[in-house]
């Protein structure tokens, strides 16, 4: 018995002769997804390394395969850095606030240290004497 | 690309009474601080399971998304359209790599969504079970459903996810060629010989109407839309963004010369609003529940490729490696 | 220099490049796992561009414009290889000729870095950054589903080399041009070519665990000549017809 065949406006998908009915849907065993990569790409020479996405692939080499064409196809990309997810540490949610116990600590930002009115002052005073 | 597709969950305003209400008002005030919200932050449970299957709706919509275009992928003319139509496919594989990558933050691994895209448990954005019957259907894909996808993503990249809202402006960027190829096509088939203005004209009919489906149904205000909009998750209701449609790209096909087959639209020019036809919002619902012209074939081919993909994952599959969540 | 012979080798390689590209783009959002999906159709959308490229020296030696020598010759007008015209097949097929195609392209714009033709030399080093990536794509998934892959993978590349190993020396077809190429220093020969790849490509199975076929070296030849598989027609037939609707047309 000949099974009827999906007739496409895509060649590519003619030349396949799918079957009109489906006996089998493919299903992946869940976490069946490798192991996950975060991605980092420098864009130009001397630039930090900045993290752009993720990819699943079984080891090393493949990752970097992948990442090179999904974050590198585009623009400039002079490198890139990959390391498993895992491998990454953050500060837990719960403890962020850490960044807030030191609101003003002005002595290390720039913004503390301007002396230039100082300086005109004291030239103007000497000036006058 | 993506469209907006019927999101809508009715229980959501109940599941959120469980919610420990000082976390809820801390999360709220967070985002009404104009915060984004990470993977590991505390999250209603409603708003991680509206966030993935909207992520994931457009994700499928992504790999979807390839389809009509790739059809004429392998008959584009001449090298310049060739190597385009090539990167812009390839394209909305990135993209749907990219969304399922956000979505899987959220706790639902890539395969979970596959498995639920191949049962016809999830779906897609509707404009894709359409086929393109032409070249210049491809031209008009390009130009308008990616313009419509643009204002929808520039939108949603507003809203309150952080990992969704970075993959979605690099997207936009993508898309800004799509946009641009899509309108350089669109304009060479315009001006070019009577052939070719026919083919972009009738392309231009047949996509009307899921042109005007792709924005969704007019909202009807509920409790669920309220609460997802307080949580920057639903960023501007689907008329606002129609309206936007309207405003940035019917005159420009006017100035083509070309027409759009619904002689009701026309904008006020005292209210500055556009009014149309009906675009027959029985035929999206149907088409939604799978009565479309292309539905069949869209699942089908989707099968395929993961049934011929299988033994290579299978080969690659080690034993030792664990799947971890990503990232961001 | 012979005009005529490098005119020879330019569309070899050319059609080469096109008919690949094509095939290639084949997969495009239909390919086995999504980051591969990616990175196959930048390889097909590369060559494209290679085939471009060589299309331009032609025309820059008084060939018509690429797109018309591309889009509106019959196959017995073209000269790619027998390999490069055989449909995609699944996944292990293309790859295994991907591969074999890949190994012997990096060999031979490297050998053309030094040819006398300058125009030629020139683009042979430009495209060497892609062909490492080729190449590099290539051998990792060689090795992944040999050595490194399971019983079904190792049986299947090793059915796809069995099958295209073969058909590969299409690649090294020589055309009656070919003492002039060599003597003019265009380019040091097929013979050359064919002598590094087989030692490159024997090395690389043989560190995936697997073997490679006795092969007759001439029983697919013919492409040079203008002698296709039955395939290649229908190929062209498909990928002209939009722009046989009117070829003077600006697309």
Same mark, same amino acid.
């Given at each position: 018995m000949n099974k009827q065949t999906i007739e496409s406006l895509d060649p590519r998908i003619s030349r396949a002769?799918?079957?009109? $009915?489906?006996d089998h849907i493919p299903q992946y065993e869940v976490l069946d997804q490798f192991v996950t990569y975060e991605v980092f790409q420098q864009q130009?020479?001397?630039?930090h390394f900045i993290h752009v996405g993720s990819v699943h692939a079984p080891n090393e080499e493949i990752a970097l395969l992948f990442a090179k064409e999904q974050y590198g196809r585009r623009g400039k990309s002079v490198g890139m850095w990959i390391a498993p997810t895992n491998a990454i540490v953050s500060i837990p949610e719960e403890d962020v606030d850490m960044f807030d116990a030191?609101? $003003?600590?002005?002595?290390? $930002?720039?913004?503390?240290?301007?002396?230039r009115n100082r300086v005109e002052q004291y030239k103007k005073d000497n000036r006058n004497e | 690309m993506y469209g907006n597709i019927s999101?809508?969950?009715?229980?959501i305003g109940k599941k959120?009474?469980?919610?420990?209400p000082e976390k809820l008002a801390a999360f709220q005030a967070k985002i009404d601080r104009g915060e984004k919200i990470e993977p590991h932050d505390w999250m209603p449970a409603d708003y991680r399971r509206q966030l993935i299957r909207m992520i994931e709706q457009h994700a499928h919509s992504e790999i979807i998304g390839a389809l009509p275009e790739g059809t004429w992928i392998t008959r584009a003319p001449g090298f310049k359209r060739k190597m385009a139509l090539m990167a812009k496919v390839q394209d909305e594989v990135g993209h749907a790599q990219l969304l399922y990558n956000a979505a899987e933050?959220?706790?639902?691994?890539r395969e979970e969504m596959i498995n639920d895209l191949l049962t016809g448990k999830s779906k897609y954005s509707?404009?894709?079970?359409?086929?393109?019957?032409?070249?210049a259907d491809t031209a008009v894909i390009a130009w308008l459903i990616d313009a419509a996808a643009i204002i929808n993503q520039v939108t949603n990249?507003?809203?309150?996810y952080a990992p969704y809202c970075r993959a979605l402006e690099r997207i936009c960027q993508e898309e800004s060629f799509h946009l641009k190829y899509g309108y350089d096509n669109v304009v060479t088939l315009a001006t070019g010989t009577p052939t070719q203005r026919a083919m972009v004209q009738e392309a231009l009919n047949r996509w009307w109407r899921p042109i005007m489906h792709f924005f969704g149904p007019p909202d009807i205000a509920s409790v669920h839309s309220e609460i997802l909009t307080r949580w920057k998750?639903?960023?501007?209701?689907n008329d606002d963004m129609r309206q936007q449609f309207f405003n940035q790209y019917v005159p420009k096909i006017w100035e083509l010369g070309l027409t759009v087959p619904?002689?009701?639209?026309?904008?006020?020019?005292?209210?500055?609003k556009w009014s149309y036809g009906d675009p027959d919002w029985d035929e999206f619902k149907r088409v939604i529940n799978?009565?479309?012209?292309?539905n069949k074939e869209r699942l089908a081919v989707r099968r395929m490729a993961e049934i011929n993909g299988e033994w290579v994952r299978n080969a690659l599959k080690k034993p030792t490696a664990k799947y971890t969540v990503p990232l961001s | 220099m012979n005009k005529e012979a490098l005119k020879n080798l330019l569309y070899r390689m050319a059609d080469d490049s096109l008919i690949i590209a094509h095939r290639n783009s084949e997969w495009t959002g239909l390919g086995p796992i999504l980051e591969e999906d990616i990175a196959f159709s930048s390889i097909a959308q590369d060559k494209l561009g290679h085939a471009l490229a060589l299309y331009s020296l032609l025309h820059e030696l008084g060939e018509a414009d690429p797109d018309i020598i591309a889009f509106t010759r019959n196959e017995k007008q073209f000269f790619c290889a027998?390999?490069?015209?055989?449909?995609?097949?699944?996944y292990d097929f293309s790859l295994v000729r991907h591969f074999l195609f890949d190994t012997a392209e990096k060999i031979r714009y490297e050998l053309l870095?030094?040819? &006398?033709y300058e125009p030629l030399a020139k683009l042979a080093k430009k495209v060497s950054s892609e062909i490492k990536y080729h190449t590099f794509h290539a051998e990792t998934w060689i090795k992944q589903l040999g050595s490194n892959g399971n019983e079904e993978s190792k049986a299947r590349i090793q059915s796809a080399l069995n099958d295209v190993y073969p058909i590969a020396?299409?690649?090294?077809e020589k055309t009656s041009f070919e003492d002039a190429i060599v003597a003019d220093g265009i380019f040091v020969g097929e013979e050359t070519l064919q002598l590094r790849w087989v030692e490159r490509v024997t090395s690389i199975v043989t560190a995936s665990g697997l073997t490679l076929p006795s092969a007759?070296? &001439?029983?697919?030849?013919g492409g040079r000549n203008?002698?296709?598989?039955?395939?290649l027609q229908p190929l062209l037939d498909e990928m002209t017809v939009v722009f046989q609707i009117d070829p003077s047309a600006e697309w």
């Open positions: 002769q799918l079957p009109t $009915e489906v130009k020479s001397g630039g030191t609101p $003003e600590k002005k002595y290390r $930002e720039v913004g503390a240290y301007m002396v | 999101i809508v969950d009715q229980a959120n009474a469980q919610e420990d933050t959220l706790g639902k691994p509707n404009v894709f079970n359409y086929p393109a019957k032409t070249w990249s507003k809203g309150s998750v639903k960023m501007a209701s619904d002689p009701e639209l026309r904008k006020d020019e005292v209210t500055g799978g009565d479309g012209p292309c | 027998q390999l490069v015209e055989y449909p995609i097949g699944e870095q030094q040819s &006398s020396f299409s690649l090294f007759d070296y &001439s029983v697919h030849y203008h002698y296709h598989t039955e395939y």
